[in-house]
């Protein structure tokens, strides 16, 4: 991806806030009240005798684009197929969906029923614009998902979504390059040590071992999250009103980042240009990358003639980590229902329906994510086509937090401002972490303040 250049008239701090949306997948106030008519049983409670439940409905889909092809291609025939429902598919660019949800509670808008969600969009907008499904959703569906996905989309004790994947970063390495390095291609690293060696070794004739995204607010944050979730500290506290970032921890993974890209240089200063896990794997397939934090699709990508060069040259693993064995960071994704929808029975069906064996089949075979319903894993076809999926659920014994906020997208800009300076050699990691502890602290401020 080439480097965006800063629009005039707005600061780095700005350009890093709006462009931390692009990859709201992956990629994001006042409340106000819920009007009635909230949803009160599953979808079986709505079925005619004799005939499809929805018959004549209307679901109305908000969605971002990088769905299209999975689930407006294959769960939506399978939905309308199952319910005699008609959906209606609006999709947008991930950098767009932050700023449609503040207009669709600004006017209560009604016009869609459902809508593509991930934690931060969770956090944001749950209170005021998705609705609050404690208590409507089938508890024993809900028992069945991996537990991390479903607590990423419950904030402060309400569920306002449901995930469809359990989607975290696992270890991916090229045999090939590992063995031209003189390394075991059998193996991947256990520590970060065992990493910043193996990178050293495959680090040569221009190309760098790994690269870590620093594009934007989102990919700079999930950087550092990624490396810090091994330290087995947590970023914040429970109540989301404390960063906790200034600590021996905080230190080791910033450090461990300077020295990735300043003291070792095994990471591809290109990196801090690149704003997506997208373009990371892309680079990776090309064969111009030894090992990465990768999301388990990847693997699917890899093994694609059409779009990789390393063909049955990958194998994946755990992460190796700083203090603990192994951390990851989350991408888990999902779907709500529009508190302001006048069809919310029929979007619960939807809900319903993500999770359903058959479509939690299709989001392992045809997506290659790893599924939230826990049995879809141990399904014989899954076993054999996924075999990544061996070590998402190893890694899943690990930490994989991702943060979601309200603030989350203006903590990221800080994140990157400062972690970029400390790249470029004008802070070192100590001084990098204290300008992120004291400015991020002021945006978790001033939004608790405002928020009450």
């Known amino acids: 991806m080439v480097d965006r250049p800063l ?40 079925a005619a005798a004799g005939g499809l439940p929805f018959a004549d409905k209307e679901l109305n889909i908000f969605s971002a684009q990088h769905h299209n092809e999975n689930v407006k291609g294959l769960w939506v025939p399978l939905f309308e197929e199952k319910t005699g429902a008609k959906v209606n598919w609006i999709e947008v660019g991930g950098g767009d969906v932050d700023a449609k949800y503040a207009v669709f509670v ?33 508890t024993a569906l809900l028992d069945g998902l991996v537990a991390a996905p479903r607590a990423a989309l419950n904030f ?28 075991d291609a059998s193996k ?39 490396l810090f979730n091994s330290t087995g500290a947590r970023l914040f506290n429970d109540d989301l009103t404390q960063l906790q970032l200034a600590t021996d921890e905080g230190l080791l993974a910033m450090q461990a980042l300077y020295d990735a890209f300043v003291t070792e240089a095994i990471a591809d200063p290109a990196g801090v240009t690149v704003a997506s896990s997208i373009e990371q794997g ?81 989001v392992a075979l045809n997506w290659g994510r790893p599924p939230s319903r826990t049995a879809t894993f141990d399904e014989p076809a899954v076993v054999e086509k996924a075999p990544q999926f061996a070590a998402v659920k190893e890694q899943g014994q690990y930490p994989s937090p991702r943060y979601g906020s309200p603030f989350y997208f203006d903590v990221g800009a800080v994140f990157v ?36």
């Open 282 to 362: 892309k680079i990776f397939r090309a064969g111009n990358m030894a090992h990465y934090y990768a999301f388990p699709n990847h693997y699917t990508l890899a093994q694609d003639p059409e779009q990789s060069q390393v063909v049955d040259k990958v194998q994946t693993g755990i992460i190796p980590g700083l203090t603990l064995r192994s951390g990851s960071v989350n991408g888990f994704e999902g779907y709500a229902i529009n508190q302001f929808s006048p069809s919310k029975d029929l979007a619960l069906a939807w809900l319903e329906h993500i999770i359903s064996p058959e479509v939690q089949s299709l």
């Open 188 to 226: 991947a690293p256990e520590s970060w040590t065992e990493f910043i060696a193996n990178s050293k070794a495959t680090t040569t004739d221009g190309r760098y071992a790994t690269l870590f995204t620093m594009g934007d607010a989102n990919s700079g944050f999930v950087s550092y999250v990624s």
């Open 156 to 183: 402060l004790g309400k569920q306002y979504g449901v995930p469809f994947d359990s989607n975290q970063a696992i270890f991916m390495w090229n045999k090939e390059i590992y063995e031209a390095g003189g390394l």
């Open 7 to 46: 629009v005039q008239g707005i600061s780095r701090r700005q350009f890093l806030t709006f462009t931390g949306m692009t990859l709201a997948g992956s990629v994001l106030s006042a409340c106000v009240a819920a009007p009635a008519g909230a949803p009160t049983g599953g979808a079986a409670d709505t």
């Open 417 to 452: 401002e400062q972690m970029l300076a400390m790249i470029d050699g004008n802070l070192t990691p100590e001084a990098a972490v204290e300008a992120i502890q004291t400015e991020a602290q002021t945006f978790i401020d001033e939004y608790w303040a405002k928020a009450g």
């Open 106 to 138: 600004a006017s209560q808008d009604s016009s869609v029923d459902t809508m593509y969600t991930w934690e931060t969009l969770n956090a944001k907008y749950g209170r005021t614009l998705m609705e609050d499904i404690t208590e409507q959703f089938d």
